[in-house]
């Protein structure tokens, strides 16, 4: 039995070692998530769906804003609308030791929206069983629980993507949590491409409507994060026809924000207004060029607000 | 728990340990630990159902008892149909129920006359199919003379639960699992060792084979209706490495576990694509089943004897029996049919045991019409899969349909290289130990202990980079 159980554990560390090694390759090819949950706390942080992770960039806006270090940890409407779910994971993400951060919530109707069936209730929700909710560790590098229990590769991609990059691979996650997809950009591909988005979404509008209950967590996830530092609630520009779409689901969207902002004391900004300044990659996201120029609008933004707010501690609401 | 899951790479070193190190002494002791192990292995899926394990253990248990007692042949009898209709009738309502409640609403209202039929809002209990059949068994076989009833509790309720094979088999028989029970197990390195390889190659099977082929069987039969018909015989073909690699994977994992507990379960996958007619084929797939019908059903029904009308009866009555085993759904029965139908001709002609050896056995390579008669055989059981994988009967006839036409000499749209080279792999190293129990048994043994653990490190790396994503058995839904 010993010689068995000696064999067999050099043999196992062996496995072991070679896994752990193979796990430290992991990086910012081998899918939209890994390093987001790799990252040490953060002070400040940039929250919402795949419009932020796509079209937030926060290398910018920490070049304008000097003493700032933003994190983009936003994931995708699946997995990521306001609900218990991210709550959680925005509390292991934050560092509660440290005051004065920045946060940058992105805020759409589809991420304070659900199905019918489960409009009222955390039970059964989608986001439980995808990458937040089977996530509990979020701070560790390399984070091997997730890539045993939450990455939906195989592994032999961790090193394939690797040499892939510039090949077939069109995803790139930064070291701050942006996500940079290289896609076509000709007018025929981002039309198909937008319309099949547009499909998509009014396909949702069939069984998506206003949650309250995800209303709720929004609130409270500006409310946690008021105490650690300056909130605000950002709305990015998507395609007209999205807007429209938008606003058969939530036609009051922006009045509710704006309530919310006003209750909690913190500011909402809703960049449509700009919208035939950007390009869009399927009507949806930000192109790679649109998000850099709305990041530096965000960087201007935060820090003009935080000479308002130094100089007479009001608060504008636009 | 799966085979295959984080949950059972924990559970297993923690059950092994407590096995040699704190119970080993003692046989009673280690008997319960089993039956511990065995719940907590079942009720991972879902405790509610292990009242149904412990009520199934307790009836043939007590039946067994009183089969010993009873000395008159009617009673016996009645005793013998109380365990069958109690585990029958259990197996009935989980799993048939709503079946026949939906066919036979249907057959009423096309007779013109509405009727409401009452289905249960119930699901199926994992594995119900296998142990009801290993306790079926014991009473069969202590009614039969051919076991003494046990008055060991704990035994025959480790004996029902034995953890590797609850939920998916090999189904043993009380005659050959039931004793190991009742002798001192000692730890055994080269059984042990035996056992971690044959798991090895199971997880192998499973976690590349099946469940990678899953992922485009899945994808093919989901989306029949856009494919080529090269497509979709690549979907066939796909779905006929998945269930192989899937349910004999499974078994050579169980059987594995439970060497290195100390125990031996018989082979229930014996090559079966390498055979050369349908009659060898189903004297190497799912062996404990085949062996169960043969045993329980077809040998009482009179077998090959007898009148010719009878010897089709009995074929069509197990084939089509083997078929609603497999679920409560038409295609399975479409699935038995057509199986029986390929075996008739050679029972008929007498050549159903013509191939009772292993293909080649003296050379490395098939001759040329044993090749042919290997992929003749290939063929029509990947043709009868369809209608195994297909949703609904309709859908199996829909998709060969689309199957036979001229795009079947395209190019397929799905082709997935990698898969296709793995599989190759994997039929070369069968083909190399087809003389074996399982593939890699004996097969690296001449090479000196280096390359050994270099080729099963090779081939852990290989389940670990190209394994699927982590899927349930098909067979613990029968």
């Known amino acids: ?318 | 728990m799966l085979f295959n899951s984080l949950d059972f790479a924990l559970f297993l070193p923690v059950v092994f340990l407590l096995y040699w190190f704190t119970v080993q002494r003692h046989l009673k002791v280690q008997n319960v630990l089993i039956v511990v192990a065995s719940y907590v292995f079942y009720g991972w899926w879902d405790w509610r159902f292990l009242g149904l394990i412990a009520f199934s253990t307790i009836v043939d248990y007590t039946i067994g008892l009183l089969l010993a007692k009873q000395s008159s042949p009617v009673k016996r009898k009645g005793l013998l149909w109380a365990s069958i209709i109690i585990n029958i009738g259990l197996l009935g309502v989980f799993k048939y129920y709503n079946f026949f409640v939906a066919n036979f609403t249907e057959a009423f209202s096309f007779l013109g006359s509405k009727i409401q039929g009452n289905t249960l809002n119930i699901i199926l209990p994992v594995g119900i199919s296998f142990y009801t059949f290993q306790t079926l068994s014991y009473t069969i076989d202590v009614y039969r003379g051919k076991l003494q009833s046990t008055k060991d509790f704990i035994a025959f309720a480790a004996f029902v639960g034995f953890f590797p094979q609850l939920v998916a088999g090999p189904i043993e028989r009380a005659t050959h699992l039931l004793p190991q029970f009742f002798k001192q197990r000692r730890f055994n390195y080269s059984k042990a060792v035996d056992g971690l390889r044959q798991i090895l190659w199971g997880l192998f099977k499973k976690v590349v084979i099946a469940d990678n082929c899953a992922q485009f069987a899945n994808l093919i039969f989901d989306n029949y209706t856009d494919y080529s018909g090269s497509t979709l015989l690549l979907g066939a073909v796909f779905f006929a490495f998945q269930i192989y690699g899937d349910f004999s994977g499974y078994s050579d994992i169980a059987i594995g576990t439970s060497r290195l507990f100390g125990f031996e379960l018989k082979q229930n996958f014996a090559f079966p694509y390498f055979s050369r007619d349908i009659a060898e084929f189903w004297r190497r797939w799912h062996i404990s089943l085949s062996t169960w019908f043969r045993d329980y059903i077809y040998i009482p029904l009179g077998g090959s004897r007898g009148a010719v009308w009878l010897q089709i009866r009995n074929v069509f009555v197990i084939f089509l029996i083997s078929g609603f085993w497999h679920g409560a759904n038409w295609t399975f029965i479409v699935w038995g049919f057509l199986n029986a139908l390929y075996f008739l001709p050679l029972l008929l002609l007498k050549k159903n045991r013509v191939h009772t050896n292993v293909i080649a056995g003296h050379s490395k390579f098939p001759s040329l019409k044993e090749f042919s008669m290997m992929l003749v055989t290939f063929t029509i059981t990947t043709f009868a899969w369809i209608f195994f994988r297909a949703e609904t009967v309709v859908q199996a006839f829909d998709y060969v349909l689309r199957l036979f036409n001229l795009s079947l000499f395209s190019m397929p749209e799905v082709r997935p290289r990698f898969l296709i080279v793995l599989i190759a792999f994997f039929v070369l190293v069968e083909w190399c130990g087809r003389h074996q129990l399982y593939a890699i048994e004996r097969l690296w043994l001449r090479y000196p202990r280096g390359m050994r653990w270099t080729i099963y490190y090779a081939i852990v790396m290989v389940i670990f980079l190209y394994g699927g994503k982590e899927q349930e058995f098909i067979y613990f839904q029968f």
Not at chain 1, 2 to 21: D, E, K, P, T, Y
Request: hydrophobic content about 40%.
């Open chain 1, 1 to 318: 039995m010993r010689v068995f159980l000696i064999r067999l554990i050099l043999f196992l560390l062996l496995v072991a070692g070679s896994v752990f090694f193979l796990f430290s390759q992991a990086d910012g090819y081998s899918d939209p998530y890994y390093l987001k949950f790799t990252s040490p706390k953060q002070r400040s942080l940039i929250l919402g769906s795949s419009r932020a992770a796509q079209g937030i960039r926060p290398e910018i806006i920490n070049n304008i804003v000097k003493d700032l270090s933003l994190y983009n940890y936003s994931f995708t409407i699946l997995s990521s609308p306001f609900g218990k779910v991210y709550y959680e994971s925005i509390l292991k993400k934050l560092d509660t030791l440290r005051n004065g951060g920045v946060f940058v919530i992105e805020v759409n109707p589809w991420s304070i929206s659900s199905h019918v069936q489960h409009l009222d209730t955390m039970h059964g929700v989608r986001e439980e069983s995808l990458h937040l909710g089977t996530t509990q560790y979020v701070n560790d590098c390399p984070n091997v629980l997730y890539l045993l229990k939450s990455y939906k590769s195989r592994y032999v991609n961790i090193i394939q993507n690797k040499f892939r990059k510039g090949e077939v691979m069109d995803m790139f996650l930064h070291d701050d949590g942006w996500l940079e997809v290289d896609i076509a950009m000709d007018s025929v591909s981002v039309n198909r491409r937008t319309l099949s988005k547009l499909d998509i979404y009014r396909g949702y509008l069939q069984d998506y409507r206003f949650s309250d209950w995800r209303y709720i967590w929004l609130q409270s996830t500006v409310s946690l994060l008021k105490k650690y530092g300056t909130v605000y609630l950002i709305r990015l520009p998507v395609h007209e026809e999205m807007l429209r779409t938008e606003a058969q689901l939530i036609p009051d969207f922006n009045s509710k924000m704006e309530s919310l902002s006003l209750a909690a004391g913190v500011y909402y900004v809703d960049y449509n207004d700009l919208q035939e300044s950007f390009s869009f990659t399927d009507g949806n996201h930000l192109s790679k060029t649109s998000a850099s120029n709305l990041s530096k609008m965000i960087g201007e933004l935060i820090l003009s607000n935080r000479n308002i707010y130094n100089a007479n501690g009001e608060i504008r609401i636009r």
